[in-house]
């Protein structure tokens, strides 16, 4: 395996681990580390570049992550690129590096800048090469670099200086963000930068299986190591994928177990024993636990506290299977995504508790997709020849219908309501050969009554929300518009049931809403 070529160092930014994924795309491999672990790593490897995160701290905070001591600023020596590596900054990244050097970041905004935003490039300089001179791109901030540090230059301005770059092209600072979709030609500076950086191609989707299967059988497979290993499966295309690439090499060894935890959707325990039967899992053992679920999470309003009640009854099960089968490891198809939202990666803040994320075991526990967004783990579906009812399809959450029951106490009936409801506008999106189309979709009762009319009648009932959104890695979203037509089709049939007296549509982008309601 080659060497990594790009450390990225996580400074907590939301964006960072997208700047690894589109590091990917573009095939390049990285490594993401929080700073305090970046002075151990440098001493032992020579990456090619090294990218600095955006971060929710300023740079004038008590307690703001430093640069690391180790990383070596000095200008490029004339004798080439390839005795030293290449340094990105970006928003917090390059405040730290304009810091270093010299120059001034001030905070020019009572409010952070936030959204898209437009910039003017010096197309001269190889970092914005074949890219148009004005661009829109995605900001976020509060501080910004008001003075250069002597010896760096100003490559890119919006209302202020909005990159620089040093004499020898080997430090440089972005203040926007190329790595969220919304900054047009982000992956062409990115791009730039890796060849700048003298970067090689190093990642595609069968080398990640083989490297996915090694991590695994090198913790797994020592030769005393005999324990069986249980893997958590929702019938996703995440632990269904996982799944796929590491039956081959663990065998008997592994043990698939699905909780049919009471708020799954309709027909999903079928959908789930025809999906783990075409990844060709044998050994799959369906828990029924709806009764114990419901019990603990009975008339739960709030967000968080559901799903800390979710993640008991869930940690409590799969110990009863680690015992059951004296299993010595417990493997979960966790993704990036989760890592970073429920606030376990290097220095993000926690935006909410997964259900299978930071759980404690007696035995080890691995997350060999723990750096991986959605699309990706597609990708390993395909290349592994899954079929496309598992590679397509539409997350949900482990927690699942107990999440869609909004402000509302959750109860049987409750659950029942949205799964009916679920089920009703799949069908009609189905119908329109919509689901394609669609990321995601999420009906949910919210827990606001209204008055009605039915049959000449005053009702007081429930309403629905129906949200379907549209993203890349569920790190950003946008609500899917229906067309007029649909809109009525699914309210109309919503509103059949007696007490749903009003369905409202959300279209609320990520950020500032997340894909579910809580
Ligand atoms: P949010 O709502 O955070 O969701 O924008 C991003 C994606 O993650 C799913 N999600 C979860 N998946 N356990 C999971 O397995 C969870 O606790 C959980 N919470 C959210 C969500 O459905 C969306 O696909």
Redesign the pocket.
């Known amino acids: 395996m080659n060497e990594i070529q790009i450390l990225v160092v996580d400074y907590g930014s939301q964006y960072t681990l997208i700047i690894g994924r589109t590091l990917r795309e573009l095939g390049v491999r990285s490594i993401i580390l929080p700073p305090k672990k970046v002075d151990l790593w440098l001493k032992n490897n020579i990456p090619k570049a090294i990218i600095l995160s955006g971060s929710n701290w300023s740079v004038h905070d008590d307690g703001a992550p430093e640069l690391p001591k180790s990383l070596d600023v000095t200008d490029l020596p004339k004798d080439g690129v390839n005795k030293k590596y290449l340094i990105l900054g970006i928003c917090y990244g390059m405040q730290l590096l304009a810091r270093k050097f010299g120059g001034n970041v001030d905070k020019p905004h009572e409010h952070r800048e936030y959204g898209p935003a437009k910039v003017t490039l010096n197309t001269k300089h190889p970092l914005f090469k074949g890219i148009p001179e004005k661009t829109e791109v995605w900001a976020s901030h509060g501080d910004t670099v008001t003075k250069l540090p002597k010896n760096f230059i100003s490559i890119a301005s919006s209302s202020g200086i909005a990159a620089m770059s040093n004499k020898t092209n080997n430090v440089l600072g972005i203040q926007f963000h190329p790595e969220v979709v919304h900054t047009k030609e982000g992956k062409k500076i990115l791009q730039n930068f890796l060849t700048l950086s003298g970067c090689s191609i190093d990642w595609n989707p069968k080398n990640l299986i083989q490297q996915i299967q090694k991590e695994v059988l090198d913790i797994v497979d020592k030769p005393k190591q005999k324990q069986k290993v249980i893997l958590g499966v ?1 019938g996703g295309v995440d632990s269904t994928t996982l799944a796929a690439i590491l039956a081959p090499v663990l065998g008997k060894k592994l043990i698939c177990i699905a909780i049919d935890t009471g708020g799954l959707r309709k027909n999903e325990i079928e959908e789930l024993k025809k999906n783990t039967k075409s990844a060709g899992i044998k050994n799959l053992v369906v828990i029924k636990a709806g009764e114990k679920f419901i019990k603990n999470i009975f008339i739960t309003i709030d967000g968080e506290e559901k ?1 800390s009640k979710f993640r008991e009854v869930y940690k409590s099960i799969f110990e009863t299977q680690i015992a059951k089968y004296k299993a010595g490891f417990i493997v979960q198809g966790t993704l990036a ?2 890592i970073i ?1 429920s606030g376990k990666a290097g220095e993000s803040v926690m ?6 994320v930071g759980l404690t075991w007696k035995v080890e526990d691995l997350h060999p997709l723990r750096n991986l967004f ?1 699309y990706e783990v597609r990708e390993l579906a395909r290349a592994l020849n899954l079929p496309k009812t598992i590679y397509e399809r539409n ?5 699942g219908l107990y ?1 869609r029951v909004v402000g509302a106490p959750v109860t049987k009936e409750n659950i029942e309501l949205v799964r009916e409801a679920d089920k009703t506008v799949s069908d009609i999106l189905k119908k329109y050969n919509l689901s394609k189309n669609i990321s ?1 979709l999420i009906v949910a009762l919210l827990g606001v009554n209204s008055v009605g009319v039915k049959g000449d009648e005053r009702v007081y009932g429930h309403s629905l929300a129906v949200r379907a959104v549209v993203t890349v890695d ?1 790190m950003t ?1 946008r609500g899917y518009y229906f067309k007029e037509e649909i809109i009525n089709e699914i309210t109309n049939a919503l509103t059949k049931h007696k007490n749903i007296v009003r369905v409202f549509f959300d279209l609320t982008p ?1 950020p500032p809403a ?3 309601f809580e």
């Not at 997350?395 to 927690?399: I, K």
Request: charge should be positive.
């Open positions: 929702s799903r995504t989760d939202e935006i909410k508790t997964h259900h299978n959605k997350p949900f959450p482990g927690p999440l995601q569920f979203a990520k997340t894909t579910e």
